[in-house]
Structures are given as C-alpha cells and as structure tokens.
C-alpha cells in the first residue's frame, strides 16, 4: 500500500494495535515495521499541499492516546504552524508547497519577523474549526511558542469558540468555554479584544461555569475597563439577587482597574472609567431592588480626582433618593 496523508492516520493506528513499532526494519519474523517508515515518509511533509496537511491532521487527532505517536502529530502541527507564520503566505493556495519554492528551516522558528508577516491573515481560521479540543490546546501553544501574532491568534480562539458552541451539548460548551479561558490567559492582554471578553464571560456566566472560571476572564476584562463601553456592563443581575443589572460584577471589574492590573493607571484612563461608571450609576438608580450599600459601593468605590465633573453622580443620587 502506498503511504499518503490521507492513510497516515489507519496506518499509525495498524502499528500501534499489530505491534509493528520496533526501531529496526524488520520485526518479529520479518514482519515489516511500520512506525519507521511513517517517520521516514513524514520527513517529505514540507513538500504536503495545504489540503494534504490538513487532512493528515484531521485524520490523525486519535493519535493523542497513542503516547508513541505524539511526535508524530507534532511533525504535522509543526509544519502548519510554520505555513501559516511563512513570509508571504495570504491563501491556501500560496500556503501550499512545491520542491523548489517551499523549504523551511527550523532556526526560522525563533525569527521575530514572524508576529509580522502573520499578522491580520485570517484566511485559515475556517480550516481549522475541524480541531478537537485536546488538539486546539496544542496548536495554540505551538502558535505562541512560535511568537506567532497575539492579536490573529485571540480572534481565532473567540471564532473557535463561537463556533464549536453552536448546537452542542452543555458539557462540550462548558469544556469549550473553559479551555479557551486558559488558553486566552497565555496571551498579552492588549492584543485581546474586550467586547470578545465580555461575550465569552456572558457565555461563562450562561453556562453557570465555576467561579474560578469567571474570575479568570474577569482579570483579563478588569484592566481593559477603561476600554468597554457601557452596553457590556449591563448585565442581569444572578437569579435570585433582585436587582435588574449585576452591580458587585461591575464592582470586581473596578478593582481589578485599580489593583488587578499592569498597565500604567493615567488620568485619562481614569476618566474615562469615571464617566462609565456614572452612566452605570445613572441606570441603576432607578432600581427599587438596589439596596443603600450596593448603591454607596458604586459612588464611592473611584476616587474624587478621577471626575472632572460630578454632575452625573448628583442626578444619579437624586434619582435613586426619589424612588
């Protein structure tokens, strides 16, 4: 039988079950030895089309039980993930290999150059919806490990995750929902978009995921508070609570602000959370449920200096006082 990437994966399969893995040639009885010459066909993978990688990756996400043959897939994850970061590469069809104009080298792994020729390139982020969970952890990492592009790499994951929820089961969204908290967790915060946070936090909190779940994606949203807009804020209040809108999330998102995070807290920043907080206060004050101390921890949770002006926290007092 001719070894192809389409076959690649029954054919690991066949060596692992028949035993045919030994290191020489030739195994028991003279039994050809199939785990050789799979490494031995893999050493042309630079020469594989775009669509024969993908399929052999597709074909071969069950080797992860086969401890033997992780080197296996990370041959093919390698090669993808070095496709993609390539110079020039802006479709399938120049991602695609030929002998005399496609080679790589693995110094070029650690070229800096790389965040920047990938970045923006969103063309492939469709082809891989294919990948199994255990397999997005893996080529994510491989893509970071590779100084691939922070930014390209988030929007992937919140695609990813858009995706695989659609018509699943509650326990496949949960298990979605919460490898793709961690792994957005290995990313620099500024590359990641806040309005993908909040709507991956509303599909945590739907989903009643743990607390310690909820709290990961709130350290992530926390320091990029001044960044938000309103609209993300108002989010209903837990069943059972009362109140129309979630005022001790909107509380840890303002702590957070101010101790949780890296970035340099400047003046602008600060305004800019003041006016959204007085544009919270100004639609929660109506609430007949928003109890004195709820209300006082909103007024006074910024400092006076962050307003230039108070004229919104009066009319929001007023507002809560008359009712």
């Known amino acids: 039988m001719e070894m192809t990437p389409s076959n690649l994966a029954m054919l690991c399969s066949a060596a692992h079950f028949l035993e045919m ?5 030739d195994g028991p009885a003279g039994t050809p030895n199939l785990k050789p010459q799979i490494e031995k066909f893999l050493d042309g993978i630079r020469f594989w089309t775009w669509s024969e990688l993908l399929e052999a990756l597709k074909l071969c996400q069950g080797l992860f039980s086969f401890k033997g043959y992780l080197e296996i897939l990370d041959r093919i ?9 390539s110079p020039g590469i802006t479709s399938p069809n120049t991602c695609s290999s030929n002998r005399s104009s496609f080679q790589f080298s693995c110094a070029t792994s650690s070229n800096n150059s790389w965040r920047n020729n990938c970045s923006g390139a969103t063309w492939w982020f469709e082809h891989l919806l294919f990948l199994k969970i255990d397999l997005l952890d893996k080529v994510i990492r491989t893509m970071i490990s590779y100084d691939f592009d922070h930014g390209v790499v988030s929007r992937f994951l919140f695609h990813y995750h858009n995706s695989s929820c659609l018509g699943a089961a509650q326990a496949e969204k949960m298990e979605s929902t919460k490898v793709v908290i961690d792994l957005v967790l290995l990313l620099e915060s ?23 779940c909820i709290n ?17 804020l108002l989010l209903p209040s837990p069943h059972g609570k009362g109140q129309a809108y979630d005022v001790d999330f909107v509380l840890r998102l303002v702590h957070i602000f101010f101790f949780g995070g890296s970035f340099e807290l400047t003046s602008n920043r600060l305004m800019r959370v003041a006016k959204m907080m007085d544009l919270f206060l100004v639609e929660v004050a109506p609430d007949p449920h928003l109890k004195p101390f709820e209300f006082e921890a909103l007024i006074t949770v910024l400092p006076d200096a962050a307003r230039e002006s108070h004229d919104q926290l009066y009319l929001a007092m007023d507002m809560y006082l008359k009712d």
Do not use: H, W
Request: aromatic share 4%.
């Open 21 to 25: 893995e030994c290191d020489d040639d």
């Open 77 to 85: 994850v390698d090669n993808l993930i070095e496709r993609l970061a």
């Open 190 to 212: 500024r590359s990641i978009s806040c309005k993908d946070l909040f709507n991956l936090n509303r599909s945590a909190v739907s989903l009643k995921m743990s607390r310690s």
């Open 216 to 232: 990961k994606i709130e350290s992530l949203i926390g320091p990029l508070l001044d960044q938000t807009t309103i609209d993300y």
